[in-house]
């Protein structure tokens, strides 16, 4: 299996900043994409950021100058810069990997367990 472990969530005041990061490990044969979704308190997950293998990014419109996503292919590990944080960016965050175990295993989406985000006013 493939283990997903997040780390770098928090409370945090408004304007200030936070890094995430996610460590991939377990039975990897190779990984795809990588990103961030989130979840607010009565809401439903949305995507924040996601890296390709070649370092292609994209991001959702509401962080996009605020946060970077970047990886870290040798390392297993992507990370999310969250910069001028505002209290909408109050949510988990979860890590999301797409890759394979094997050779001819099939692509498939792991998950983190999640990281909380706070940002007070």
């Known amino acids: 299996q493939v283990q997903l472990v997040e780390s770098g969530g928090g409370l945090v005041q408004a304007g200030g900043s936070l890094r995430l990061s996610c460590v991939a490990s377990?039975?990897?044969?190779?990984?795809?994409?990588m990103g961030w979704y989130r979840q607010a308190p009565g809401k439903q997950r949305e995507l924040v950021a996601v890296?390709?293998?070649?370092?292609?990014?994209n991001y959702v419109d509401s962080v996009k100058g605020r946060f970077t996503i970047s990886r870290d292919n040798g390392k297993n590990t992507v990370y999310l810069q969250m910069d001028s944080l505002k209290t909408e960016d109050t949510a988990v965050y979860y890590c999301?990997?797409?890759?394979?175990?094997?050779?001819?295993?099939?692509?498939?989406?792991?998950w983190g367990q999640g990281t909380k985000v706070t940002v007070s006013s």
């Open positions: 890296i390709t293998s070649g370092g292609r990014t």
């Open positions: 377990g039975s990897i044969f190779s990984i795809n994409t």
């Open positions: 999301n990997a797409n890759g394979r175990r094997y050779y001819n295993d099939y692509s498939r989406d792991y």
